[in-house]
Nanobody
Framework: QVQLVESGGGLVQAGGSLRVSCAAS????????MGWFRQAPGKEREFVAA????????YYADSVKGRFTISRDNAKNTVYLQMNSLKPEDTAVYYC?????????????????WGQGTQVTVSS
């Protein structure tokens, strides 16, 4: 079993930066690919970024490529999402998710464990 707890969300002006973190419990963290998804009001949950178990492989949604960076620290059982040049359309609840395998996935149904989410609001 893996438990995920996100933190670091908040309110930021357009063009600003924010880093959200996801702390994972369990000894299997270093073997698991991790992902970030987001869901805006009235919209489907969408893929944002993913990282393989070693951190060597990362994937990004086209909408965030070049602005967001996913990283992980396996010694701290933590995955991060650094968000720069934020836009109002980035406003959403951001969810951390963990797979049971080490390679990345882009679909929500590929992830077995989910955090409770953290709100990110970007004002114009």
């Amino acid at each position: 079993q893996v438990q995920l707890v996100e933190s670091g969300g908040g309110l930021v002006q357009a063009g600003g930066s924010l880093r959200v973190s996801c702390a994972a419990s369990g000894r299997t963290f270093s073997n698991a690919a991790m992902g970030w998804f987001r869901q805006a009001p009235g919209k489907e949950r969408e893929f944002v970024a993913a990282i393989g178990r070693t951190g060597a492989v990362t994937y990004y949604a086209d909408s965030v490529k070049g602005r967001f960076t996913i990283s992980r620290d396996n010694a701290k059982n933590t995955v991060y999402l650094q968000m720069n040049s934020l836009k109002p359309e980035d406003t959403a609840v951001y969810y951390c998710a963990a797979r049971t395998v080490g390679y990345v996935g882009k679909r929500a149904d590929e992830y077995a464990y989910w955090g409770q989410g953290t709100q990110v609001t970007v004002s114009s």
